[in-house]
């Protein structure tokens, strides 16, 4: 389904990848604004590490460079401290669109399968949508064995201390494994995220 | 001078009586400086002092009175006295503010003060008070060469103002670069959009003043005379001459563009490959419509190669940047956007330099969907039925991104329309006559001289308008490259410097930057030998040459710097108020104590426009610099005859300090040449004084400027300390 979205996708804007991210990605009207001053990739606590600063991504966008913008991780590796958007000249909403590059990329299926950022955020999506609360236990241990047993249960050891201090001290409930609370109308949560998407789906112009 | 009657005034405001010994500098003015009238005052520059010295004028027939307070460029509004001549002896911001207070420097201090007063009383008995230019003539016409936008504003500006104007423009028709246009950029809120030429309204109001004359299909065949005075033949279609006589000249000649086939790379030549000019032209065509290429095919992608041509350190192209060409190639990418959102516009650019309100203009296409791109283009080549653009994108790093398009505009900047280059020595053999502009009948060449990249220019910090020729005002982008909106404020900057050398020329005064000054240049032709060092150092080419081959001063062109008083060998050249005596008398008034009393003398010739103004300052902030200097404020380093360096030399100072304005390329020199002409003469004084026996550190030459008000105490506290250890001069008497 979502290798659907995307081949359509590149039906519909043929190469002109800026107005694809003008119309999909949040704020993407905004990319064309970008005057190439390198403020933000300057600021950017982490630019350093990624292979594509704000700046650099934005000029990528322009020069049409899909698949490479589309399945980067420099985009889930900002970490939201808001430097660039406060330094901008131009003032572009940078954080904004990086993360709304990774979620156009993720609903396209380009995302990085294990981009640890990406995992984190569906397994939090996953674990609230459940029950319509967060199931704290379920969501760490989730994350300790997201590659598998061994390394699991090493990082539970490790953190084994702090999980016994947060028992004692009534922050953890071993129960919660088992069942978990809910809210009271799970169904109806459901229910409403359901027709959000539906509303966002079709302001996309991504098929239902 | 028979009639001459001296007084001296000693002010004891501002410090100066708890500071000095007043008493002793008014024994000074009577006993050395030899005044008729002496007198004390307790606050000199208050109602009361003024009208002392104004009755001391009108009753007692004083005409010659030194004035012994602050410095001259301070109170000049009371110290004001237009009938008489006047010195003054520096003690506030010279003496009191520069020295430190306390018993074991009283001394030092007062035996400076009365030096200073020595030498004002010196000055002024070898002053006359200016009567101005005899010469003055009065011609309230304006002359505009060149019928472009800067022209025509010039014109309309100075219409406005009451003066008249004589309009020549070598085309068919006015309107110049800017009728070529379909549209402006953007210059007024909200700077969103290309705007109206607004030529068309420009003609209209020209057509209309019945204070511009117009000539058409005419060029100026010959300048002669001086402002106030110019006399202007102007060659005419039919071949027949007309005369003009004007007061004033604003050139207007503008530009051309870059000639794009030196492009070869960048497709200059190629089809469907134009410059900025060409795309203007296909816009005027599409009239609105679509835009389409030469051979009627519509452009769906246009590329845009920024600085082609342009900013090339490599020597082969234009240097410069042309300051407009990416505010154009925006408003050339709105053309495009403005008619249809989905034409491809891409601008490659390095540096985009979007001056002023310019940014709200990028701004604004940027919104259109203009993609601006980083890059340098490497390559425009023939691809199908349209072109490839092979170019560096420096975000990305990538050194072969391409781009396909249908047109390609390149920006190829401004190219002087300045005239012939008279410093540059005519080719020989080659046969291509060189175009003036001006024809100046003037011997130093036809037109005004260029400054850098062929463009008329003159001082670039001070006076941006003016060129080395007075009363000849380049404006718009000969001066330097610009868009409309700067040219036409360039222009009305220009026209109104026009009607201030009319002014000035009328009034037998000199123009910027002594401007009001009424003294003039004379010689003495007795003396003369014609060696024409004058006519040719003379920076702003006001000394022609007469049958008899003796200097002829057109004061009116002179801007009384003095340099050629400087450059006289027989030192036969004056102004009233400002002479070799002058100077020569201050320098020899100084008191020179014997070789072992340990005080040296040093004296210090400095630029009144930079080099004396930043001592004055340093005075204010209370720097304090070495007792044994003697300042003496020169009009220009142009203008110091060697023969006070020999003559201070002789008589026992240990060392002469000259402090003047920058020079060579990067001048500051308000004279443009003066300080230059100082420092080639000053390279000869090593030998003097080798062959005197001296040390070369006895003279030393610095460059000042006005901000130097730290820098320049310094200089004199380490000068003194090196004259210490070089030791005292052995021409003490
Ligand atoms: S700071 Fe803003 S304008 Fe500058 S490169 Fe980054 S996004 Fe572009
Ligand atoms: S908000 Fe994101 S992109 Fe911006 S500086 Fe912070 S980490 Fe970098
Ligand atoms: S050198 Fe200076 S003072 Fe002498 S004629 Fe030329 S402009 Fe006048
Ligand atoms: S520099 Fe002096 S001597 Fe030489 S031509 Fe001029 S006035 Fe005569």
Not at chain 2, 120 to 141: F, H, I, L, S, Y
Not at chain 2, 643 to 659: C, H, K, P, Q, R
Not at chain 2, 667 to 672: A, E, I, L, M
């Amino acid at each position: 389904m979502m290798s659907d979205l995307n081949a359509q996708a590149i039906k519909k804007y043929g190469n002109s990848f800026l107005k694809e991210v003008e119309a999909n990605v949040e704020e993407g009207e905004w990319v064309k604004m970008c005057m190439q001053c390198g403020v933000c990739s300057g600021s950017c606590p982490f630019g350093p590490h990624w292979a594509h600063p704000p700046q650099e991504i934005f000029m990528m966008i322009r020069a049409g460079k899909r698949e490479e913008v589309l399945t980067s991780d420099s985009m889930w590796m900002c970490t939201s401290c808001y430097n660039c958007i406060v330094r901008c000249p131009r003032k572009l909403p940078i954080t904004h669109i990086m993360h709304g590059l990774a979620n156009y990329a993720h609903r396209l299926g380009l995302a990085p399968k294990n981009q640890p950022t990406r995992v984190f955020a569906k397994m939090f999506w996953d674990n609230i949508v459940k029950t319509g609360r967060v199931n704290e236990l379920k969501l760490s241990l989730g994350l300790y064995f997201k590659d598998g047993l061994g390394p699991g249960i090493k990082t539970a050891l490790a953190m084994k201390d702090i999980g016994l201090g947060m028992l004692k001290a009534k922050r953890l409930n071993p129960l919660e494994l088992v069942k978990g609370h809910g809210c009271k109308d799970t169904k109806g949560i459901h229910a409403m995220l359901k027709k959000a998407r539906e509303i966002e789906d079709r302001r996309k112009g991504f098929a239902a | 001078m028979a009639d001459q009657k001296t007084a001296a005034y000693i002010c004891q405001g501002c410090g100066l009586g708890e500071r000095l010994d007043t008493r002793q500098l008014a024994q000074v003015a009577s006993r050395d400086g030899k005044m008729n009238l002496v007198r004390e005052h307790p606050f000199l520059c208050s109602s009361e002092g003024v009208a002392m010295i104004r009755n001391d004028i009108e009753n007692e027939g004083v005409t010659h009175i030194a004035i012994a307070a602050c410095s001259r460029r301070a109170k000049t509004e009371a110290f004001h006295f237009p009938t008489v001549a006047m010195s003054r002896a520096n003690l506030r911001e010279g003496v009191i503010w520069i020295r430190p207070e306390g018993d074991e420097h009283q001394e030092t201090t007062q035996e400076m003060a009365d030096d200073y007063v020595r030498m004002a009383c010196a000055e002024v008995k070898k002053m006359v008070q200016p009567a101005g230019n005899p010469a003055a003539a009065r011609n309230d016409t304006v002359l505009v060469v060149g019928g472009g936008v800067s022209g025509m504003t010039a014109a309309l500006e100075a219409s406005k103002a009451g003066y008249r104007v004589v309009l020549v423009e070598k085309t068919g028709a006015l309107g110049g670069m800017a009728a070529k246009l379909w549209k402006r950029v953007a210059y007024k809120e909200p700077f969103a959009d290309p705007a109206d030429t607004g030529v068309n309204e420009l003609t209209a109001r020209i057509q209309a003043d019945k204070n511009i004359k117009v000539y058409l299909n005419a060029t100026v065949a010959k300048t002669d005379g001086a402002p106030g005075r110019f006399t202007i033949d102007i060659a005419t279609e039919s071949g027949s001459i007309s005369q003009e006589h004007v007061g004033a000249i604003v050139q207007a000649s503008g530009f051309t563009l870059y000639d794009m086939n030196k492009l070869p790379e960048l497709g200059g030549g190629l089809p469907n490959v134009v410059d900025q000019l060409g795309l203007e032209e296909l816009a005027r065509a599409a009239n609105g419509g679509p835009i389409k290429r030469a051979d009627g095919v519509e452009v769906k992608t246009v590329v845009f190669v920024q600085c082609a041509g342009q900013r090339d350190p490599s020597g082969t192209h234009l240097p410069y940047c042309s300051g407009h060409c990416c505010l154009t190639s925006i408003k050339q990418a709105m053309y495009f956007k403005d008619r249809n959102p989905d034409v491809d516009t891409v601008v490659i650019f390095d540096d985009l330099r979007t001056p002023g309100n310019g940014e709200d203009f990028y701004r604004s296409a940027q919104r259109k969907g203009v993609t601006f791109t980083k890059g340098k283009v490497s390559s425009v080549a023939s691809a199908g039925n349209g072109l490839k653009v092979t170019f560096h994108d420096l975000i990305l790093d990538d050194k072969n991104a391409t781009i396909d398009a249908d047109l390609v505009v390149l920006a190829t900047g401004q190219v002087p329309n300045s005239g012939v280059n008279i410093d540059q020595p005519r080719e020989e053999g080659v046969d291509i006559k060189p175009i003036s502009i001006l024809n100046l009948n003037y011997r130093q060449g036809p037109d005004v001289p260029q400054l850098v990249h062929g463009f008329a220019d003159s001082h670039f910090i001070c006076f941006p308008y003016e060129s080395r020729r007075t009363g000849i005002y380049p404006t718009g982008p000969v001066r330097r490259p610009m868009d409309i909106a700067q040219a036409m404020e360039d222009a009305t900057g220009a026209a109104l410097k026009a009607i201030q050398a009319i002014e000035n020329a009328a009034a037998g005064r000199a123009a910027h930057p002594r401007s009001g000054d009424l003294s003039y240049p004379t010689f003495r032709a007795e003396g003369c030998t014609q060696c024409k060092r004058c006519t040719v150092e003379c920076p702003f080419g006001a000394i022609d040459e007469d049958e008899k081959r003796y200097p002829v001063f057109n004061e009116s062109r002179c801007r009384r710097c003095g340099t050629c008083m400087g450059a006289c060998p027989v030192r036969v050249i004056s102004f009233e108020n400002y002479s070799v005596d002058t100077v020569g008398s201050q320098i020899k008034a100084v008191d020179i104590p014997d070789e072992f009393s340990e005080k040296p003398r040093i004296l210090v010739l400095a630029c009144e426009n930079d080099a004396y103004p930043a001592l004055d300052m340093a005075g204010m902030k209370r720097q304090t610099y070495s007792a044994f200097v003697r300042v003496i404020p020169v009009r220009c380093l142009g203008s110091v005859n060697l023969i006070w360096i020999t003559d201070a030399l002789n008589s026992g100072y240990d060392g002469v300090m000259l402090m003047g304005c920058k020079h060579g390329e990067q001048y500051q020199c308000h004279f443009v040449k003066g300080s230059e002409m100082a420092s080639y003469r000053l390279s000869k004084v090593d030998d003097t004084l080798k062959s005197l026996n001296l040390e070369t550190e006895r003279v030393q030459n610095y460059e000042v400027a006005i901000t130097d008000i730290e820098r320049v105490p310094q200089l004199i506290n380490d000068y003194a300390e090196k004259i210490k250890e070089i030791g005292m001069s052995p021409f003490k008497f």
